[in-house]
C-alpha cells in the first residue's frame, strides 16, 4: 500500500494525499474528509523514511513538567503536544515532582535525547546564569517568567500571565463586593515562585483599598497538593479568625478549600466569598460554580511551541508573551454583609 | 565536570554515583542523597554518549493516549513514564481525540519514531487482527482489553480492571442500600467499548436482584465530556422518572452529575444516592465526598511498562493482567427510603 494508491483510490492527486497527511492547511474540508476515509479503509500508513533521508536531525521537542498531577497543566500539555506534532517535531514528556531540579533534569534530558529544543512547563522564577548555562539549546519558560532571579531578558523566552497584576485583579473582584477581612490562601509568600508573585498581588490590591494585612488570615500550605490545601483551611477556620472571603491562588486547590469551608459549616457564598485563578475545567462543576480568572491553557501551549520552534527554526531569538485572563463569574462570590 | 569530580567530592567510588545516577536500588539513601546534592552543586550533568554506543537502536517508547483531557488517565501516563524513564527508555507522547483512529495513529508513530514498543492508553475493545496487522512492535492495551474484538488471547496484551464485573459491583452496592429504581449514566450502551461493559455489569446487578431493567433510567450522553454527562442528568431530571440512586461509569461524570443533581434541586445523598468508578483524586473533594470505586491507576501505568518491556526485552510474549478496584465510601451513598 503506498500514497500512490490512496491517490487513486479516492481521485486526487500524490501531493494532495501528502498534504493532508502533513497537515497542510491548503486543503478542502471535503478533500481531507475523502483522503482520511481511504486511509482508514485501505489501512495506509504514511512511510516516514523519506523524510528521515532529508531530516538527520533529531526532531525531539521536550517537555519538562515540574508538579507532577497539577491539572492545570493538563490542558497545557495537550495543546503543546499538538502544536509539536503538527509542526512534524515529536514530543518528549519528563514528569518531575516539584521538589526536584528542572533544569538539572532538562539539561540531561536534551543530551539524552539529542533534543533540538525545550519548553519548561511550571520551574522556579529564580534562575541564575549559572544555572542555565547548562542548557545550551533554545528553551521557553512556560507558566513562568524569571521574576526572582538575575536572567536578562534576552537570555530566555517565556509565555505567561503576569501573575501579580491578575492576583489583584482577582482580590479586587472581592474589594468591589464590599470585602474587607479577605483570607489568602497559598504554598508560601515566600516561596520565589507563583505563591510569592500572587500574594504581591494580594497585598497590592489590600493596600489600593487602605486594608492593613492581617498575617493571621494568610493560609500557607507548603505545598500545591489538594490535601494540603483543605488542611490549611481547617486550620484557618480553627483559629476562629474572622473573614468574609478567601483568594486561592489555584483552582485545585480552591476546590480542597470549597470542601474545607463546607466541612468547617461555612456556607458558600452566603459566609464565605471564594475566588481563584486557573479556570480548570472542573472547578465548573464545584457547587456552587467557582468564580475564577481563567487562564488561556490552549493559547499558553500552542505560544510555548511557537515562541521555541521560532528559535529552534532560526526565524527569531528569546521572547516574552503575556497572556491575560479572563473572569468567570461562577456562584462562589456574593456581596459581604 | 565529569562523574570522576562528583565521585571525589563526595567521596564515593564512579560506580556509586553511576548508580545513583541510573536509579539502581542497591544504593543507600543517605549515600543517594550526598551523591544528588553534589550533583546539583556542581551542576553536574550526565553524558550519554556511551550508552547511546552501546545502544544503537531506538529507545523510544510510544504511549497513544485516546481520550484528550480525560482526567482519570494523568496518574496512568505518569506512573508509565516514570517507570519507562527509570527503565532507561524514552517515552513519546501523543494524545488522540476519542473520534480519532489510534491503531493508525499508532502504526504511524512507531514507523515515524522507530519505536521499540507501544502503550495504548484508552482504545477501542474491538480490534481484528487485521486491523493490528499494522502494528508489527509489542503493544499493550491499557485500561481496556478485547472483549468485542476478534484477537486471540495470545495476540495482543492488556492490563485493565474487570469494567463488567466492578460495574455490576458499584450497582450491588446501591443494591444493598435498598434501592431499587436505579438509573445509569453512561456513554452509550452500544459502543463496543467501556461503557457497553460497565452498562452489562448494571444489567447484571439487576438481574441479580429480580429488578427489571427500564430503559427510562438509563442516560446515554454519546460522549465522555463532562458538560455532555450534565446535560444528561438534567433531561433525566425534567422526564420526572422516578428514581432514589445514580450509577455513573466514571468518576468525572459523577462530578458534573452532582453538579445537575444539584441545580435540579436533588440533596445527595438523601434524594439520589450516587457511586462511580475511578478514584480520581478530584472526587474525594466534591461535596459529599464521591463514593466510587478506585481504579489502582499508578500500578495499571506501572504494569503496561513491565508488560511492553518484558516483550520488548525479549523476556516474555503476550499476557493480560486483571487489576481490582477498593471502595471508597464516601457520603455520596445513604440507605433507601
Redesign the interface.
Known sequence: MTIKNVAEYCGVSVSTVSRVLNDHPDVSEAVRARVMAA??EL?Y????SA?DLVRPQSDAIGLVVRG??N?FF??VI?AA??AV?RAGY??????IHTEE?EL?AA??LA???KLRGLILLGGCFDYTP??T??LDIPYVCCSFTNSFGSLGNTDYSSVSIDDQAEARRAVEVLLRKGHRRIAVLLDSIRDHSISELRYRGYCQALGDHGIRLDPALVAETGDFD?AAA?DSVRRLLERKTDFTALFVIAD?MA??A??AL?DGGRRIPEDCSIIAIDGI??S????P?LTTLIQPQDEMGEEAVRILLDMVEGRAGNRHVRLHTTLRAGGSVCRAN
Open positions: 486511509v482508514q489501512h500508513v504514511p512511510n516516514s523524510r507532577v498531577g491539572p493538563t490542558a495537550r503536544e499538538q506534532n515529536t514530543l518528549v514528556l519528563h514528569q531540579n538539572l539539561a540531561s543530551r539524552a535525547k549559572e544555572q548555562a547548562a489538594m483543605y485545585s476546590i480542597a470549597m470542601k463546607h475545567e472542573m465548573t462543576y464545584t457547587v460554580t
